[in-house]
């Protein structure tokens, strides 16, 4: 089968490998599509001390066709069955765990991202484990829903389990800096749980276009020609955002973040710094007399799945406006194709 090998930092080719064999208690899936997130292009680009030995293959955000059955797999899934995959499946054992707190479990397993203990979607098959069937983001898909569109339930999950810890209402007001794809989905799921008013923010002219003929946010703000600041105390009548979220890995913009948000508002960093320069500058004292409360955030649990799965699947949130196709072949063009934020999702089909 063909699949896109990483065998080491910014060395990637599509090559022929071997079909995976089917797990026993599992199942083969014959791949549909899987979305190119950014954490995929850092990977590739850069690295990760995570993965221990190339070559890889990346991929977490998968849709695809059920090609055989394992012999001893007692669940409800055939030959034929179109369905979704995500990214990680946890213990279910550990403290974490126990806690319902899946996705920090201490010994979670990923299925192309991360370490890569399983080989991920950017190939024509991926052998799906049992434990991800048991315990992990497995879901069926109806007939009825476009099966490359379904790809972006995993990424929806990461973003409804940064929103689980805050609420809001139809006079809040969230600020979204990062005009991308995640950003795109910050506001659909804002706006589907009832928020007030959407700023995106950015930089680039273009992506913000983009987001904006996608997502819909209520004001659109070139940080180049605006200043953010005044937009938002404009609109807030001088108090501030109720959250701020900052949807983009730029060390500047999360140290800017705690300048935009009210007194007892809150700060969501959503994405990662670059280990070579992930310390940050913070006046503590911002943080404790305004009694701001700063989210961290990380992918998310099996029940984001099957409720991303079931929005999209009942049509309560467009993700159709997101999705630009490429073929596997053409993986280096779709990686510059997502780098140039000509276009706000990319996902491959093999």
């Known amino acids: 089968m063909k699949a896109v090998l990483l065998e080491g930092p910014n060395k990637v080719r599509v090559g022929e490998i071997a079909v995976p064999k089917c797990p026993s208690d599992g199942f083969l899936l014959k791949v549909s599509a899987c979305g190119l997130c950014g954490s995929d292009i850092r990977t590739i680009r850069n690295g990760s001390g995570k993965i221990k030995q190339y070559p890889v293959i990346m991929g977490h955000e998968i849709t695809g066709v059920v090609a055989e059955v394992g012999s001893t797999l007692h669940a409800d899934y055939k030959v034929g069955d179109k369905v979704?995959?995500?990214?990680?499946?946890?213990?279910?054992?550990?403290?974490?765990?126990?806690?319902?707190?899946?996705?920090?479990?201490?010994?979670?397993?990923?299925?192309?991202?991360?370490?890569?203990?399983?080989?991920g979607g950017f190939a024509e098959y991926v052998a799906v484990p049992h434990?991800?069937?048991?315990?992990?983001?497995?879901?069926?898909?109806?007939?009825?829903?476009?099966?490359?569109?379904?790809?972006?339930?995993?990424?929806?999950?990461?973003?409804?389990?940064?929103?689980?810890?805050?609420?809001?209402?139809?006079?809040?007001?969230?600020?979204?800096?990062?005009?991308?794809?995640?950003?795109a989905l910050h506001i659909a799921n804002l706006k589907l749980n009832g928020i007030g008013t959407t700023i995106i923010a950015d930089v680039f002219e273009e992506r913000l276009a983009l987001v904006a003929a996608a997502a819909s946010p209520d004001i659109v703000v070139n940080v180049k020609k605006e200043n953010l600041v005044d937009?938002?105390?404009?609109?807030?009548?001088?108090?501030?955002?109720?959250?701020?979220?900052?949807?983009?890995?730029?060390?500047?913009?999360?140290?800017?973040?705690?300048?935009?948000?009210r007194k007892g508002g809150h700060v969501i960093f959503f994405g990662g710094l670059p280990d070579q320069n992930r310390m940050i500058q913070l006046d503590s004292n911002v943080?404790?007399?305004?009694?701001?409360?700063?989210?961290?955030?990380?992918?998310?649990?099996?029940?984001h799945f099957f409720k991303a799965i079931e929005l999209i699947t009942q049509n309560k949130i467009d993700l159709s406006k997101l999705v630009t196709k490429m073929k596997m072949d053409d993986f280096d063009q779709a990686m510059a194709l997502a780098e140039s934020g000509k276009v706000l999702k990319v996902v491959i089909n093999p």
């Open 84 to 119: 979704a995959v995500g990214s990680t499946a946890s213990c279910g054992e550990c403290y974490f765990c126990k806690k319902g707190q899946e996705n920090l479990c201490s010994d979670i397993k990923c299925l192309g991202n991360g370490p890569v203990d399983f080989p």
């Open 131 to 183: 434990m991800f069937i048991e315990k992990g983001p497995v879901k069926k898909l109806t007939n009825n829903v476009d099966i490359d569109v379904a790809a972006l339930a995993e990424p929806l999950t990461t973003v409804m389990n940064s929103h689980d810890n805050i609420t809001f209402d139809s006079n809040d007001t969230a600020v979204i800096i990062g005009a991308g794809p995640i950003g």
């Open 231 to 261: 937009v938002i105390k404009k609109v807030t009548h001088g108090r501030g955002a109720d959250i701020v979220i900052v949807a983009c890995s730029v060390k500047a913009v999360q140290e800017q973040a705690f300048s935009y948000v």
């Open 287 to 303: 943080l404790h007399y305004s009694q701001l409360t700063l989210h961290g955030t990380y992918i998310s649990r099996p029940h």
